[in-house]
């Protein structure tokens, strides 16, 4: 499944917010979480599976030290797979998009149209 939470354009990003739903979803839905915190660095969907990728490898203690060769989303099916393979439920990956308004709108609709699919 997909979904968005969108604080609204008139609040303020505040990270001690942030950083607390981060912690609660951890703790209680998934640990594989990624935090997408800038979109001035965002250059196109090649960045953004790469920081996902990066980000999801150090989730995972026991593959912090593996080299991504391919940052697309055959790579990042192949590793939830291998991830999940020894657990009883499959967690979900939460991505956050913590200045979601400023990232560029084709780059949203193809990543979120992307992990829906």
């Known amino acids: ?9 008139s609040c303020s990003t505040d990270d001690n917010m942030i950083s607390y739903l981060q912690d609660n979803i951890s703790s209680s839905i998934t640990p594989t979480i990624v935090r997408l915190t800038s979109s001035s660095s965002v250059t196109g969907m090649k960045f953004i599976m790469k920081e996902i990728m ?10 912090v030290s593996q080299k991504i060769p391919d940052s697309s989303i055959i790579t ?3 590793w939830y797979d291998e991830y999940i393979e020894d657990k ?8 956050m998009i913590d200045d979601f ?3 560029p709108l084709n780059i949203l609709q193809d990543m979120i149209t992307l992990f829906s699919s």
């Open 101 to 103: 308004e400023s990232f």
């Open 54 to 63: 990066q980000q999801l490898i150090e989730c995972d203690d026991e593959s």
């Open 76 to 78: 990042i099916s192949s």
């Open 88 to 95: 009883t439920d499959r967690p979900p990956i939460f991505i």
């Open 1 to 9: 499944p997909t979904a968005v939470i969108y604080e609204g354009i």
